[in-house]
């Protein structure tokens, strides 16, 4: 034990100084339970680091998506949860083990901040990475926070607004087409929430034929939810998913995404602007640096939920290898995570006082999953397994019941209800700001624009060919291949006026397409970088008319 210092550096108390890196499940119950001993006298002072000043409840998140309940009835406020804990709401940017201080993002000052600590609890979860699958990073819509849930409502509402305006068929269909990757309980429950959404929501569009809407749920295994639940209840969940309307391709993995399509492994194609990826998460970079043992990017931890290697390390949640006593590790799930952080306060407590720390010793209280349509499936211990209505009650019920606290279940009770009673409210939230740069990937064969599509955008080549097509008199002819580094684009955007060629990938393309309001305002204000895109497009210009010259057919 050492003598805490305080914020502004002046020496405080003899007390533990416990910081836990984390503000979900594993982070907030910890230092719940911290709180708890402390008030029974225990000698510790807690501080929790965490991103977001909300917890999530991530299990709802689906729910978000559909509009079943409100966008802020799945998170608590912190500093309503944790009454005795310093809260830092800042990015943990790392940790240095032989100094014992953890290094905070700058936030809103220009200084990092330095938290000295006793114990370490490190709660940070996992993070979503696509890299590794071509085009998934430029086009693929994660699932696993908050801000992810309403970046996908506000996207399919998008898609419906600009789908109903849209006279072109095979385009209409395109944009109305949803695919979800990842046939685990996250992926069933956001394909089921986002069938049931969009197939409601899309009465209010009378310019929509209904029959267009297309859910398709890619899964490699043979049935949704094989490895989570018994034969019997996947079969089950598949069966109802198929009833609702979703297609399921399953045996199947995405292996790559374009603007304009995803890529399954038996190479077919599915053209759609929406794909949303539950795929596994992978290590979050903090651990990754914290150069501790760890397996599957999990931090290896003994049953007391010590991290080893390191002495005062303590991992919980997601991002830790904790060893159940039947010999499996534990799953990363919020019951877990929950129930390990009641027996890691009490463990960082008792390494203080008598020295008697206790293993983790809970196995499961059993797997529910939402289906859709008021239906779900429920594997218990003992054996029990329950599908349909019932499991959707229980279902319910229990997350219902795990809600932090009586106002956040007095909200989420009230959406319930009136999501009964009252229609979908398809508001799309536009939560102004401009897009930026911004990558995307194109597979071979597909069109990047179209002659007489409306320039709005720079495209500058990474990685990839690309060809360009006009039409002169007869047809189109091929005026050129363009490369890394090169730039497409620019004719439209400094002469406002529609595409005049059509480009198309060559090879698998990645380029960084820069909005024509972000183009406009640096030609406005550089005049070195509107001078060098003048001359570009005038060159381009001058080989166009030799070339429509000296083409008999015009
Ligand atoms: C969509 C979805 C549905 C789920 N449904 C269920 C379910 O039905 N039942 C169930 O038991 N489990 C479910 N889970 C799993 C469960 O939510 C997780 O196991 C649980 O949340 C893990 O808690 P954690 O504290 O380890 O990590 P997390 O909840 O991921 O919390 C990590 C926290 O650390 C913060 N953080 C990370 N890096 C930094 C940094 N550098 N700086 C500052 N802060 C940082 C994050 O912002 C986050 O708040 C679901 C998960 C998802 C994504």
Known sequence: MSTAVDRAGGRRSARTRVVVLGGGFGGVYTALHLERLLAKGAPVEVSLVNRENYLVFQPMLAEVIAGDVGILDTVS???????????????????DLSRRVVTLGAGLTPQAHELPFDHLVIALGNVTDFRGVPGFPEHALAFKTLADSVRIRNHVIHVLEQSSVVSD??????????????????????????????RRAVRDYRSIPPREVRVVLVHSGASVLERELTPSLAAYATAALAEQGIELALGQRLVAASAQSAVLSDGRRISTRTL??????????VVEQLGLPTERGRLVCDPTMAVEGADGVWAV??????????????????????????????????????????????????????????RAVAELPGGVRIAGVPAWLMWRGVYWSKLPGASRKARVAISWLSDLVLPPHPVQLNLGGGRGATQAHFEPGETVFNEGDTGD??????????????????????????????????????????????????????VLVLPGSDFSALADGLVEFRTEFEQIARLRAESDAARAASDPSV
Request: glycine share 12%.
């Open 276 to 285: 949303i990826s539950t795929v596994p998460s992978s290590p979050n970079p």
């Open 169 to 198: 068929a095979d385009l209409r269909r395109t944009m109305l087409t949803f695919v979800v990757a990842g046939g685990g309980f996250s992926g069933t429950e956001v394909a089921a929430a986002l069938n049931g959404f969009v």
């Open 77 to 95: 406020p912190l500093r309503q949860l944790l009454r005795r804990t310093d809260l830092f709401v800042r990015e943990v940017e790392g940790v």
């Open 317 to 374: 949640g997601d991002c830790a290898l904790i060893p159940m006593p039947g010999g499996q590790s534990c799953p990363p799930t919020a019951q877990h995570a929950i129930r390990q952080a009641k027996t890691l306060a009490a463990n960082i407590v008792a390494s203080h006082t008598d020295g008697r720390t206790r293993s983790f010793a809970f196995t499961g209280l059993g797997k529910l999953g939402a289906l859709g349509h008021h």
């Open 457 to 510: 955008s720079l495209f500058m080549i990474l990685s990839g060919r690309v060809e360009v097509r006009k039409r002169f008199g007869a047809g189109p002819q091929l005026v050129g291949t363009l490369g890394p580094g090169e730039y497409f684009g620019e004719m439209a955007l400094l002469g406002r006026r529609p595409r005049s060629a059509t480009t198309r990938a060559l090879t698998p393309l990645d």
